[in-house]
């Protein structure tokens, strides 16, 4: 299983990016996809995931009503819209792919800087 992440960058306070992650390698059609985000010094934590074939969804509460978290299925891709961002918003964000019932799949990351 590969998984891959883009779209990061450096943003200003109040701008938006969006996040892809692209997964392969696997064709069970349940599965979850999640974002995490670590900074330096921090412990990694969960951002937002969306399970297949349902569609639910789980935000942490830091960035519910700011960043929305969608899925193309037929393309095993996530996405995350990342808007109103604030500078503790920095950090690397990492995609993974939890595979029943007990398989993990992670990415590299990728860098989010804000900052003016």
């Known amino acids: 299983v590969q998984v891959v992440e883009s779209g990061g960058g450096l943003v200003q306070p109040g701008g938006s990016l969006r996040l892809s992650c692209v997964a392969s390698g696997f064709t069970s059609s349940s599965y979850v996809m999640s974002w995490y985000r670590q900074a330096p010094g921090k412990e990694r934590e969960l951002v937002a995931s969306?399970?297949?074939?349902?569609?639910?969804?789980n935000y942490a509460d830091s960035v519910k009503g700011r960043f929305t978290i969608s899925r193309d299925n037929g393309k095993k891709t996530v996405y995350l819209q990342m808007n109103s961002l604030k500078p503790e918003d920095t950090a690397m964000y990492l995609c993974k792919v939890y595979l029943p019932p007990r398989n993990n799949y992670w990415g590299q990351g990728t860098q989010v800087t804000v900052s003016s």
């Open positions: 969306i399970n297949s074939p349902g569609g639910r969804t």
